[in-house]
């Protein structure tokens, strides 16, 4: 009971830092530090931390299988509904500051570029996920919710192509992000084997 309290009291703190990046960028704003390029430079932060927080999401799973701390899993929620809420600021600037609120635009330009068709795409594909992240949802879609938030592995793999094809010049930060999404596909591997290999129909569900 004692370990349980810690860990409730554990998470506002975890609220708080995932708080810390959205501060800093507004603070950035409002006193005119984000550089030359203002917008772009809101763009790519929010952009940075939505896809940090979702990968970090997706390590909850291969953290408790490798170093066996179980309460890991109870932050798993708040970071991927952060990984959403910086998501959605990243669209919201883009197409409020960048394209000047024309979604008629934004539809034109997910057409023509597919680097942000990608991001679109991610961003479709968190929407779900972030809808049905209460425990009624869980309890209503029943093993229907573990496949419907396996998305997550497909919209962080989205999120990083996206920052691949942006980047014009150094790729080493998308390289690196690629490279974390392909170690946590990896590090669930074994245990997807396994469950191949059973004898039974019906396999048991692979947490996100």
Known sequence: MIFRDRIAATKPLVFILCLLPLAHLTWSALHGSLGPDPVAQLEH??????LRLLLATLAITPL?????????????????????????LHLTIYVVIDLGGFWSQLFGEIAKRPYITLGFAAWLLLVPLAATSTQRMMRRLGRHWQRLHRLAYLAALFGVLHYVWLVKAD??????????????????????????????????????
């Open 45 to 50: 932060r929010s952009g940075d931390w939505a």
């Open 64 to 88: 408790r299988r490798f170093s066996g701390w179980h309460p890991a899993i109870r932050f798993r929620r708040m970071l991927g509904l952060f990984a959403f809420v910086y998501a959605c």
């Open 171 to 208: 790729h080493r930060e998308p390289a690196l992000y690629l490279g974390i999404w392909s170690a946590l596909m990896l590090a669930r591997w074994p245990r997807r084997a396994r469950y191949a290999r059973g004898s039974g129909a019906a396999m048991a569900p692979v947490r996100n």
